[in-house]
């Protein structure tokens, strides 16, 4: 059985900091790309990061860049997103997903995640 279980969701004030982590089973970790997405509330899901976990090929949001850092451990079968300098516009339901290959598109992902919530106060 396929699963991506997200977790490190909360509650964080702006300027703060949370690290999400997606562990992942059930499918050839290596064989797919890991992305984020996130959907806030009235507004369509949109990817976030992804990163390609065969040759580590990685790509951020503009919103995100700089801010964010993606990274995966095959070992584990997971991968983790580092947020800092979090700001209220990055309040959002956050979901991992996964596709076969080395990229990820909203349209396109072959599994996902359940989500966990992040709620940036200002």
């Known amino acids: 059985e396929v699963q991506l279980v997200e977790s490190g969701g909360g509650l964080v004030q702006a300027g703060g900091s949370l690290t999400l982590s997606c562990a992942a089973s059930?499918?050839?970790?290596?064989?797919?790309?890991i992305g984020w997405f996130r959907q806030a509330p009235g507004k369509e899901r949109e990817e976030v990061s992804c990163?390609?976990?065969?040759?580590?090929?990685?790509y951020y949001a503009g919103s995100v860049e700089g801010r964010f850092t993606i990274s995966n451990d095959n070992a584990k079968n997971t991968v983790t997103l580092h947020m800092n300098r979090l700001k209220p516009e990055d309040t959002a339901v956050y979901f991992c997903?996964?596709?076969?290959?080395?990229?990820?598109?909203?349209?396109?992902?072959?599994?996902w995640g359940k989500g966990t919530r992040v709620t940036v106060s200002s």
């Open positions: 059930g499918f050839t970790f290596d064989d797919y790309a």
């Open positions: 990163i390609s976990t065969g040759d580590g090929v990685i």
């Open positions: 997903a996964a596709a076969f290959g080395d990229r990820c598109s909203r349209w396109g992902m072959d599994y």
